[in-house]
């Protein structure tokens, strides 16, 4: 008789990589490391270009991170998760965006911008 949970265990477990996508993974994330490190100590770069570069670099480690480790892609197994992280993604930059306009538009309106420290002791 056939049981109907070891296909589907078998199918869950095969969108997990294999251990040369680990190593493949892994190999790429320490190059990027050692670039970020490299474009940093180096000092070839110009000041302005070196934010830039491991900025770049920075996301580049984030999608090998999410592509080889996490197994985030576009394959039918995995599409819900990658939609769930995006989601998540688009929510807490609304988050944070909100964050920095609610603080910024507090300081600029509550903050009396020509009026000095005794000035203001005087008025108390």
Same mark, same amino acid.
């Given at each position: 008789?056939?049981?109907?949970?070891?296909?589907? $265990?078998?199918?869950?477990?095969?969108?997990?990589?294999?251990?040369?996508?680990?190593?493949?993974?892994? *190999? =790429?994330?320490? *190059?990027?490391?050692?670039?970020?490190?490299?474009? $940093? #100590?180096?000092? &070839?770069?110009?000041?302005?270009?070196?934010?830039?570069?491991?900025? +770049?670099?920075?996301?580049?480690?984030?999608? $090998?991170?999410?592509?080889?480790?996490?197994? =985030?892609?576009?394959? &039918? !197994?995995?599409?819900?998760?990658?939609?769930? =992280?995006?989601?998540?993604? =688009?929510?807490?930059?609304?988050?944070?965006?909100?964050?920095?306009? $609610?603080?910024?538009?507090?300081?600029?309106?509550? #903050?009396?911008?020509? #009026?000095?420290? !005794? &000035?203001?002791? +005087? &008025? !108390?």
């Amino acid at each position: 008789m056939s049981n109907p949970n070891l296909h589907a $265990v078998g199918a869950a477990s095969a969108s997990h990589g294999s251990l040369k996508g680990y190593l493949s993974g892994f *190999v =790429l994330s320490l *190059v990027l490391t050692f670039a970020s490190f490299g474009a $940093v #100590m180096s000092g &070839r770069l110009p000041p302005g270009k070196v934010l830039v570069g491991i900025v +770049v670099l920075c996301v580049a480690q984030l999608i $090998v991170q999410l592509v080889f480790f996490l197994h =985030l892609g576009t394959s &039918r !197994d995995q599409r819900e998760n990658t939609a769930i =992280l995006f989601c998540c993604g =688009l929510l807490l930059a609304i988050i944070v965006a909100g964050s920095l306009w $609610v603080m910024h538009n507090a300081n600029e309106n509550m #903050m009396p911008t020509n #009026m000095t420290v !005794d &000035r203001a002791k +005087v &008025r !108390d």
